[in-house]
C-alpha cells in the first residue's frame, strides 16, 4: 500500500555532494514529516534530518551545515542534499514517513534502504 522509494546513494568521493530523493507513494491520508535515519556497522541509527508538515526542520548535531532536507511543494517527495561528504558519513540511509490515516492515528513507514559509501 504505502511505499517508500528511495534512490540516490552510491559511491562517493569524500568531500563531494550526494543527493538523496525519497518518493512516498500509496494511500497517505496526511504526511505529517518526512526525513533520513542512518546506521553505520557497529552504531545505532540516528536521526539525520527531518521535516514535518509545517516545514519545521531538524537537523542531527553530526550534519548540521553540511546537509540540507527540502520537500516538493504538494509532493510526498523529500530531498536531502548532502555537502561535504565524510568517510563518517558512510551508512545505510532510510527514509522515514510519519502519516496520519483517517482515524488520526500517525504510523511510521521505512523505505528500503540506500547505501552511501565515502570513500577515495
Known amino acids: 500500500q504505502v511505499q517508500l522509494v528511495e534512490s540516490g546513494g552510491g559511491l562517493v568521493q569524500p568531500g563531494g555532494p550526494l543527493r538523496l530523493s525519497c518518493e512516498a507513494s500509496g494511500s497517505i491520508f496526511r504526511l505529517r514529516a518526512m526525513g533520513w535515519y542512518r546506521q553505520a556497522p557497529g552504531k545505532q541509527r540516528e536521526m539525520v534530518a527531518t521535516i514535518d508538515d509545517s516545514g519545521n526542520i531538524n537537523y542531527g548535531d553530526s550534519v548540521k551545515g553540511r546537509f540540507t532536507i527540502s520537500r516538493a511543494n504538494g509532493k510526498n517527495t523529500v530531498y536531502r542534499q548532502m555537502n561535504g561528504l565524510k568517510p563518517e558519513d558512510t551508512a545505510v540511509y532510510h527514509c522515514?514517513?510519519?502519516?496520519?490515516?483517517?482515524?488520526?492515528?500517525?504510523?511510521?513507514?521505512w523505505g528500503q534502504g540506500t547505501q552511501v559509501t565515502a570513500s577515495s
Open positions: 522515514n514517513m510519519v502519516a496520519q490515516g483517517v482515524s488520526g492515528l500517525r504510523s511510521n513507514y
